[in-house]
């Protein structure tokens, strides 16, 4: 959100039979430290039956930090790479809509949904240029309805726009079309960026590799969602929730 990570405050409850655990955690969390230049500011630890922690992690900002309060009227949707792999790692790992899917791409999938890749170079860059700017921790489809919600304004997205992993490509070739594009709207922690922007901004976007136009704004409410320029996509989305 255009924010430089800075420090974290950890509350940890742990049984006393998880040595392991802590030893494996622990080295995680220095690994993680160390790339993001983290602080431990201190917390609390205890004992417990199970194991609990809560973690609070604080950035500084340099002169601004980006909102997700409002989009423009005619502004152009992007987000700053490829969707659904997470929510599709997800799928397989607890078998709920029973992906077909080949042993060698599993662990891509899980690798995707377990570390993710916060793009905080991207929001930095993107200070000052986009007129909001949000993590796609929710979905798309959810995340979008929010900030159409908040702007008075309809969201036009096109499925034949959105980018997609080779990896994922190949799911869809073997598993039914629209199961699998209603895990990719729905489906939340990709932690991508998604971003508006018009005029002269729009098209420096455009002209990038690292961003991909999805479709944009315009007079109306909620998420329109089309296959392509002429097919409306008529398909009920289920929207992820972390509770």
């Not at 900002?61 to 309060?69: G, M, N, P, V, W």
Request: proline share 2%.
């Amino acid at each position: 959100m255009g924010s430089k990570p800075y420090g974290y405050i950890l509350n940890l409850a742990i049984p006393k039979t998880s040595d392991y655990w802590l030893q494996k955690f622990s080295d995680g969390l220095l690994k993680d430290s160390k790339k993001f230049k983290l602080k431990l500011f201190g917390g609390d630890i205890c004992k417990a039956p199970k194991i609990f922690l809560s973690l609070t992690i604080f950035g500084k900002k340099t002169k601004k930090l980006h909102t997700s309060a409002s989009a423009c009227d005619k502004s152009d949707i992007f987000v700053s790479g490829n969707l659904g792999d997470a929510a599709i790692g997800y799928n397989i790992l607890y078998d709920f809509k029973k992906i077909k899917c080949k042993t060698n791409d599993k662990k891509y999938f899980y690798d995707k949904f377990f570390l993710p890749d916060p793009k905080i170079n991207v929001g930095l860059k993107l200070l000052g240029k986009v007129d909001f700017c949000t993590d796609i921790s929710d979905g798309i489809f959810s995340e979008l309805s929010k900030i159409s919600d908040k702007s008075n304004l309809e969201a036009v997205i096109y499925l034949d726009k959105i980018p997609l992993s080779s990896n994922l490509k190949t799911i869809l070739e073997t598993n039914d079309f629209k199961k699998i594009f209603n895990i990719i709207l729905g489906g939340g922690e990709d932690y991508q960026l998604l971003f508006s922007a018009k005029g002269k901004e729009s098209e420096n976007f455009q002209g990038s590799r690292d961003f991909y136009k999805i479709g944009y704004f315009r007079r109306g409410r909620g998420v329109k969602v089309m296959k392509n320029k002429s097919e409306t996509y008529l398909q009920k989305i289920e929207i992820f929730s972390h509770f």
